[in-house]
């Protein structure tokens, strides 16, 4: 949890934050909102997103994906990717 400076991993919704599945998002996107990235079909959850948490440098253009290790989230990076929003 050293990127998000969290030590129990417990979203803002109150959910455990889950690699693969778990968003951060700005507050335009309401938790619970299903987001699909197609250039990520081929991760475990398929593409498949729910925002459950917020962060202060998150805007309504950008996401912030769960990553279970800092390392995992340095190789993944910052990446630019079509999103689809379902509410």
């Given at each position: 949890m050293v990127c998000c400076g969290k030590t129990n991993g417990v979203t803002s919704s109150g959910a455990?934050?889950?690699e693969w599945y778990t968003?951060?998002?700005?507050k335009g996107y309401p938790?619970?909102?299903v987001i699909y990235i197609p250039a990520?079909?081929?991760?475990p959850n398929k593409g498949w997103f729910i925002v459950e948490d917020?962060?202060?440098?998150i805007t309504n253009n950008k996401i912030d994906i769960y990553m279970d290790s800092h390392?995992?989230?340095l190789i993944f990076g910052r990446r630019n990717f079509e999103c689809h929003i379902y509410q």
């Open positions: 455990l934050a889950k968003v951060a998002a700005g938790i619970g909102t990520l079909a081929n991760k917020r962060g202060g440098a390392s995992s989230a």
